[in-house]
């Protein structure tokens, strides 16, 4: 199917049709990740795009154009409009709170459903078809091996000390062997006793699908007295 000067009833519900069935699929999987941005929206997104590129493509049958005249004609006006509205949307789900940034995936997720409601909007049916099928493998399949990938992890670990006061054990030391880096922080007096406590900032690598290593706390003992351990996410989704 192409943009007719003329689509009939037909073809245009054929087009808010297979828009549907593509943003029910995203959205889909957004909804069961209890995203933000979720089934109902991605399909409202979607939905208004192909409507409002079916209404161009309807008022496109001016008198005197014929089909191969569309190139004298500024068509991409209206769809650069939709998708500077549509970050707007994007931009309202995105959040960061201290070193953590959400919804990046999600407001990504909006503005590319809003790009396959143009595309059937226009009639461009295969190639919206197509790139419903890349965004859900991409949401899906790559996001298996995303979690899978070893990355930079990051906590915060707050520890008291045996002793009233210095020296204090190296916990560089305490903590080779375990492929974890610890970078002192800073230090204070425990309001219950007189020991003090010790803040590190930890590194290491691992995949995110795998759980935070906790065997190497045994390491600390009876050096240290384990307060606090505290994982900081920095994942975009």
Request: aromatic share 10%; net charge negative; charged share 25%.
């Given at each position: 199917m192409e943009m007719h000067l003329h689509p009939t009833a037909f073809e245009i519900a054929g087009r808010l049709v297979l828009t549907l069935i593509a943003c029910i699929l995203v959205g889909l999987n957004r909804e069961s990740a209890s995203h933000s941005a979720g089934l109902r929206t991605t399909v409202l997104v979607g939905l208004a795009a192909c409507i409002?590129?079916?209404?161009?493509?309807i008022l496109l049958g001016l008198t005197g154009k014929t089909p191969?005249?569309?190139?004298?004609?500024?068509?991409?006006?209206?769809?650069?409009?939709?998708l500077t509205g549509v970050g707007f949307i994007g931009g309202g789900v995105i959040l960061k709170?201290?070193?953590?940034?959400?919804g990046v995936t999600t407001a990504a997720t909006i503005w590319a459903v809003s790009v396959i409601g143009i595309c059937f909007g226009g009639g461009q049916l295969i190639l919206g078809s197509c790139g419903t099928v890349l965004i859900v493998l991409t949401l899906s399949v790559l996001r298996w091996i995303d979690i899978r990938i070893p990355r930079d992890q990051r906590a915060q670990l707050i520890v008291a000390s045996a002793a009233e006061g210095p020296p204090f054990p190296d916990?560089?030391?305490?903590?080779?062997?375990?492929?974890?880096?610890?970078?002192?922080?800073?230090?204070?007096q425990s309001t219950q006793s007189e020991r003090t406590l010790l803040?590190?900032?930890?590194?290491?690598?691992?995949?995110?699908?795998?759980?935070?290593?906790?065997?190497?706390?045994?390491?600390?003992?009876?050096?240290?007295?384990?307060?606090?351990?505290?994982v900081i996410k920095e994942a975009m989704h």
């Open positions: 409002a590129t079916s209404q161009a493509n191969d005249m569309f190139t004298t004609m500024d068509v991409m006006r209206l769809p650069l409009g939709i709170r201290g070193n953590l940034v959400s916990m560089s030391e305490l903590l080779r062997g375990t492929g974890i880096q610890a970078r002192f922080q800073g230090f204070s803040t590190f900032d930890l590194h290491w690598r691992q995949p995110e699908v795998e759980e935070a290593p906790l065997d190497f706390l045994k390491n600390l003992e009876p050096a240290y007295d384990v307060r606090s351990f505290e």
